[in-house]
């Protein structure tokens, strides 16, 4: 069972202009908690010997490569911030995408709402299916109502038997197709541009390549809006 650590965000909201907002410490079934999102903090160090050390750091260059990508040459490391939507690890007893249940994601979106007022950030950008539909389910987003995002909400609703289990599994099949790279506003005007987990991203979008056109997109529009 994993420990409840708490994973920190990483970034300065006073300067960053890119938001990013991940998943939970503990994605998938593994025990280790960063102690920053996303490990971010390892690219500031040397490359480490010890191969799981090295893992931790090439996920967070992996991580920072992909945001850069995404936001083009004009958006440096400085620019970003980098938090997750629960920032506590989640246990369950099965294999499969943890479920953060709806009392935690509104307490994590709670946290996110007030570090944006601390701010002046250009652009959100919320990984994977859970963590848009947690953010459209809490009208995190001016248009959580459009019939678009009203069928992404009823097909990524998570399955009761498995919810049960601690594991998040949607009751439609690829639902984030038809919102992932798409911009909407986030309700204090700030742009919301849904993408792909990272992890997805560093192995070639292998869960669908549906997501190709949707992720050129998503670079496209991010671009568009820091450019102004």
């Excluded at 908690?33 to 010890?50: G, H, S």
């Excluded at 690890?89 to 994601?105: C, P, Q, V």
């Excluded at 389910?137 to 998570?158: G, H, I, M, W, Y």
Aim: hydrophobic share 35%; net charge positive; charged share 20%.
């Amino acid at each position: 069972m994993a420990s409840h650590k708490q994973c920190k965000p990483y970034g300065n909201p006073a300067t960053a202009k890119v938001f990013v907002i991940g998943h939970d410490p503990t994605l998938q079934t593994s025990p280790t908690v960063a102690d920053y999102a996303f490990f971010i903090d390892y690219i500031m160090k040397p490359r480490p010997t010890l191969k799981a050390e090295r893992t931790k750091h090439d996920f967070a260059l992996g991580t920072y490569i992909y945001i850069k990508a995404l936001c083009g040459r004009s958006i440096s490391f400085e620019d970003m911030y980098f938090t997750n939507l629960c920032n506590r690890s989640l246990d369950h007893e099965n294999k499969g995408m943890i479920l953060i249940d709806k009392r935690i994601a509104g307490q994590g979106i709670q946290e996110i709402e007030a570090t944006l007022r601390e701010g002046s950030f250009q652009v959100i950008l919320p990984m994977s299916q859970q963590v848009s539909y947690h953010l459209a389910n809490c009208n995190f987003v001016k248009e959580a109502s459009s019939d678009r995002l009203v069928t992404f909400l009823k097909k990524s609703q998570p399955k009761p038997e498995q919810a049960k289990q601690g594991v998040y599994a949607p009751v439609g099949a690829e639902a984030f197709v038809d919102v992932c790279g798409n911009t909407y506003t986030h309700r204090g005007g700030v742009p919301v541009v849904p993408i792909l987990h990272v992890k997805q991203w560093l192995n070639g979008f292998t869960i669908s390549p549906k997501y190709f056109e949707p992720m050129s997109r998503a670079g496209k529009n991010v671009r568009r809006v820091l450019k102004g």
